[in-house]
């Protein structure tokens, strides 16, 4: 290897260890939530699947506003603001403060789900909480998105498509600015309801944005809006039947074409279908006569 070749991967493996330790020494050390307005909030990515923020991450901070909620040291905060605001104190999400602020890493649909009440309730806090994993403040720009772009070694911190459509660091929104994409809600769905592909442990970032760019050219539910939220109505397979459609793109999901993708779930060939049959048939046959042969006794 080439001795400048060999250096810049030194380089880029060391600030992968760096961003690494800095995580973890967070983690390991804790630190004071950090209160940042929603406007100031830079995002990672440019949209979030808005049926899967209303019907999971914004139902559980709307209960603790309307009913009250008692924060991890069990005092107990009377509905209204103060509730809201212990709660989202409890669950903070992680940001990455860069030369121009702070950067949300991770948290994006349960940041909406915040967002969208504070547009709802007039009472509602216009702001969150967040925990600093890492500062980068000190590198200019271009280092400081590059470093996104590497994310913690196993998966970036950003995801530039929007809707799929590639697009820019400098065009990242803020939070009011995040916009919604129904095949990422769809891809999550069918991960979980119909075993499309393995969520992955530990979460790997932007996991259901690869299987929602995968899909958008090749499903497309009619009369549910996704015209207006990424989908596209002249992809391969379109049905106004949620059910056609999902399982669909759960097949499609289990082609070889996917493989790439992570999470990917092979299906046996025919052909290995057969064999393990055969090997089935094979070892019940032994057993029985295992079983039941004569004794030489």
Known sequence: MHPS??????????????VGLLVLSTQLLGQAPIQIPFA???????????TAVENYT??????????????????????GAGAADAYMKDKTVPVVLGPDGYHLVDGHHRTTGNYLLSVKYPEYPDYLYATQVADLSSLSMDEFWKAMAEGDGRSSFIWLNNRG????????????????????????????AYM???????VLYFQEFYWADYLRGKVFLSGAGWETAGGNPNAAFVSSSYEAVAMEAARLCRLPDASHLPGFIAVPEPSEVALMAVAGVFLVLRGAWMRFKPSRD
């Open 5 to 18: 070749a060999f250096l810049a991967r030194c380089h880029a493996s060391l600030h992968v260890v760096l």
């Open 40 to 50: 100031e909030l830079r995002a990672g990515q440019f949209n979030v699947g808005l």
């Open 58 to 79: 914004l139902p559980t901070p709307e209960k603790y506003f309307l009913n009250g909620y008692t924060d991890k040291s069990g005092v107990f905060h009377a509905p």
């Open 165 to 192: 459509v590639p697009s820019s660091f400098s065009n990242l929104p803020f939070i009011p600015g995040l916009t919604d994409d129904a095949l990422r809600s769809f891809s999550a769905n069918i991960a979980s």
């Open 196 to 202: 499309a592909y393995e969520i992955l442990d530990p």
